[in-house]
Structure formats: structure tokens, C-alpha cells
């Protein structure tokens, strides 16, 4: 072996698998091998299945948001009437609803009626928002008119209300049933205010995947909320709708354009970004110590390669006198250490996506073995973990492992090609 040889040659392959094989009485390094390859694997498996299981839930909670909720709220400021009352309804919203809708970017426009009020059935109660909005507008909104799951016909919505699946389960109500709805703000009398009672139909049911808007919203007939909330000619505020939610920073100036000189804006960013940022914050921090993980279970290559370089060290000596040039010895224990983390990597790239994709059903196997009740809706939100199985995070994981793995192996494999073949055979 005189002549020079091509990098990465066929015998430095076939070395390097022989050693790859190396059987238990001759220093145990396999039984290395094995081990460093499971932490590799493991350490990706992670990596792909905490990074899907985030992605999952920032997108879920997103939709959620942006399925259900208006992206942009358009409001007055409070300003003092002529018999000296401070109020902040738009009395001209139609006319304001034109020039909105008018606005490029924008999909739809609907005035609403809001107010909070106690829902009392079957001897129970429950606080709820109150929607007033019109059945046309109401047919808009996806995780309404195509939700989760429901109960009842939307198309009768002007008979009745529609109320979320939470407060049907706390007032113990299905469609059909009767609710009364008790305002404080109600009819005025010459000695003062009395409460409103009205009862009304429940057509409809919803579950729109959020549990704090199932557990407390209810849609009225903007008419007929009018009357019940005393908004005679007027409404409360604007939804408004756009076709790139993700881009609402860039339509705020013409939108307050449009809502005219004492028009306010709340945007869907306002009343979740502090969460979307934390959980932004989370992500990077989940990064950083699962790269610590991949790379405590990359360094079990290192100490795998360190024992076969001195368990190996007769050999080298033998191949170095033969004419084996330091390159070549330097490979070959390069794709030793290089071949366990490109199979670690593999292998824990195939679990964490068959994590993500069956995400479900090993959400299911958990929940039961630990007698249910894993996942509180209450606290996080949503009903279910969700995964997104990304090509981005996929890659990220494959390239941080397969990069120190790489890296790692590079100080013993330069180890070995620089080990004298005279020290090392001097004892044979």
C-alpha cells in the first residue's frame, strides 16, 4: 500500500466494520457501540418529538384563536352624551362597517352585541359572555359553523340562541331546552333599573376546541340582543375578519383610517401575545436543553472510540508498517464513530415521527395508564396534545445530531492516526 489512496476507500470501510463487530472478549467495545447508538437514538427521538408536540400546540392554540374570535376588534372610545352619560357604542356601525370592509385585506365585517350575563336551567347557573351577532356573519366563523363536534341545526339560529358544549354540560341542557338568561342591566322603571329575565330556545350546540370559550359563550340574534341589552340602533364594537391574520401589524394604520377619529383597535395578537410569545420563549429554551441531551449521548461515541483505539492499537501498528498512511487510520475510525451516530440519528428520526403522526393514540395509552384525567383543558386550553410534524424541525434534529456526532469523533479518530506503530507493537 505505497500508492496513495482515495478518501474513504473500500478497505477502510470494510476496517472499519470489522471493528464495528468487534466480539465481547476482545474488550467490549460493541457493547459501547450499542450503547452510544441508544442514546443517540433516544436523544433524536426527543428532540423531533418535543419540537412537534410544540409546534402542535402553538398552531392548535392559534387556530383556536383565529377560528373562533374576531382577529380585529374595532371599538369607540368613551365619550360623554349631551344628557351627560359616558357610552362608547358606535352608533353609525353600518356606515363604519362599509368603510371597514372596504379596507384591502379584509373578509368580513360584523358588528356585535356584547355583555356578560348569568344562564340559569335545571336549577343551575353559569356565567356566560352574550354574542349578539347576525346569522350571516355567524355562518363566517369556522370553528362555529364547522366545529368539533355540535348538537342542533345553526340554520335556526334566529329562533333561538347557540351556546358552547361547557355551558350546556354545567346547566345540563340540550337543544330544545329553555335557558334564561338574567341581565343586571335590564328595564328602567321610575325607580331605577331592574333586572332583564328572558327565556330562550337552545338550537344549538358547539364545541369549538377552546374549553374557555365552550365554557362561557352564547350567540344571540343581533336584533334580538339589541333589545335584551337596551342597544337600540346601535352595537358594541366590530368584528372584523382578514385574510392574513399573521400580517394584522401591517393593516392596523388603514383599519384605524377606517374606523374613524375615536375608533380604538384590539387585535388578536393583543389579547394572546404575551401567551404565543412565552410559549415562543419556551420553544428556544426546549432547544437548548434537548442539544445538550443529543450531545451528552454524542459524547458516548468518544469514550466508545477512545477504548477501541486502545484495544486496537496492535493492529494499527500493524497497519501503519504495512504502508497505511495517517489519513487512512484517521478514517477509518471516523466512520466508526460517524456510522453510530448516522444510525442513531435514523433510527431516532423514525421514532419521532411515528410519535407525531400517532401522537393520539399514545396520548390515549398514557391517559389510560395513568387512570386519566393527564390533560386539564381547564389549564392549557385545548382538549387534546397535539403534534406537527415539521420538515424544518426534522432537519434541525437531524443536523445537530449528525453534526456532533461528526465533530466528536474527529479527537479519537486523530488519536489513533497519530499513534506510533513502534510504540505499539513494542510489547507484542
Known amino acids: 500500500m505505497t500508492g496513495r489512496t482515495p478518501p474513504f476507500a473500500g478497505f477502510e470501510w470494510m476496517i472499519a466494520w470489522r471493528y464495528l463487530r468487534a466480539r465481547r472478549a476482545e474488550g467490549g467495545v460493541s457493547v459501547m457501540t450499542l450503547i452510544s447508538f441508544i442514546g443517540i437514538t433516544l436523544a433524536v427521538f426527543a428532540l423531533i418529538a418535543t419540537l412537534s408536540v410544540r409546534a402542535g400546540f402553538r398552531a392548535e392554540f392559534v387556530d383556536t384563536i383565529l377560528g373562533a374570535n374576531a382577529h380585529v376588534t374595532i371599538y369607540n372610545a368613551v365619550h360623554v352624551t349631551e344628557t351627560g352619560t359616558a357610552t362608547r357604542v358606535i352608533e353609525d356601525y353600518a356606515d363604519m362597517a362599509a368603510r371597514v370592509a372596504a379596507v384591502p385585506g379584509v373578509t368580513r365585517v360584523a358588528p356585535l352585541i356584547k355583555g356578560q350575563v348569568m344562564a340559569s336551567a335545571n336549577g343551575g347557573a353559569a356565567g356566560v359572555e352574550v354574542f349578539g351577532i347576525e346569522k350571516e356573519n355567524l355562518l363566517t366563523i369556522p370553528r362555529i359553523v364547522d366545529p368539533e363536534d355540535s348538537l342542533g341545526d345553526i340554520m335556526r339560529f334566529e329562533d333561538g340562541i347557540a351556546i358552547g358544549s361547557g355551558v350546556a354540560r354545567e346547566l345540563g341542557v340540550v337543544t330544545g331546552d329553555m335557558v334564561r338568561l338574567i341581565s343586571p342591566e335590564g328595564a328602567r322603571t321610575a325607580f331605577g333599573t331592574s333586572p332583564r329575565v328572558s327565556a330562550f330556545e337552545v338550537v344549538y350546540i358547539f364545541t369549538a376546541g377552546r374549553y374557555d370559550i365552550d365554557r362561557t359563550r352564547v350567540y344571540m340574534p ?95 501498528g500493524i497497519l501503519r508498517t504495512m504502508g497505511l498512511t495517517e489519513g487512512a487510520v484517521m478514517r477509518v475510525f471516523f ?6 451516530g448516522v444510525a442513531g440519528t435514523v433510527f431516532g428520526v423514525i421514532l419521532g415521527c411515528l410519535f407525531a403522526i400517532y401522537i393520539d393514540q399514545v396520548f390515549s395509552f398514557v391517559n389510560y395508564m395513568a387512570g386519566g384525567g393527564v390533560w386539564d383543558p381547564s389549564i392549557r386550553g385545548i382538549y387534546n396534545l397535539p403534534a406537527l410534524l415539521r420538515a424544518e424541525d426534522v432537519a434541525k434534529a437531524v443536523g445537530l445530531s449528525l453534526g456532533l456526532s461528526f465533530v466528536v469523533t474527529i479527537l479519537p479518530a486523530r488519536r489513533a492516526a497519530r499513534m506510533n506503530p513502534v510504540e505499539a507493537l513494542r510489547y507484542e
Do not use: H
Not at 222 to 247: H, K, S, T, W
Not at 309 to 314: I, L, Q, T, W, Y
Open 335 to 340: 466512520i466508526c464513530g460517524a456510522a453510530v
Open 222 to 316: 343581533f336584533e334580538e340582543a339589541q333589545i335584551y341589552f337596551n342597544r337600540d340602533g346601535v352595537a358594541d364594537e366590530l368584528e372584523v375578519m382578514v385574510a392574513n391574520p399573521e400580517r394584522i401589524d401591517a393593516m392596523y394604520s388603514a383599519l384605524l383610517r377606517a374606523g374613524g377619529e375615536r375608533a380604538l383597535l384590539w387585535t388578536w395578537r393583543d389579547s394572546s401575545g404575551a401567551f404565543l410569545r412565552a410559549l415562543d420563549v419556551e420553544d428556544n429554551v426546549m432547544f437548548v436543553i434537548l442539544s445538550i441531551l443529543v450531545l451528552i449521548a454524542a459524547m458516548n461515541i468518544i469514550s466508545g472510540l477512545i477504548m477501541l483505539v486502545k484495544n486496537k492499537g496492535r493492529d494499527i
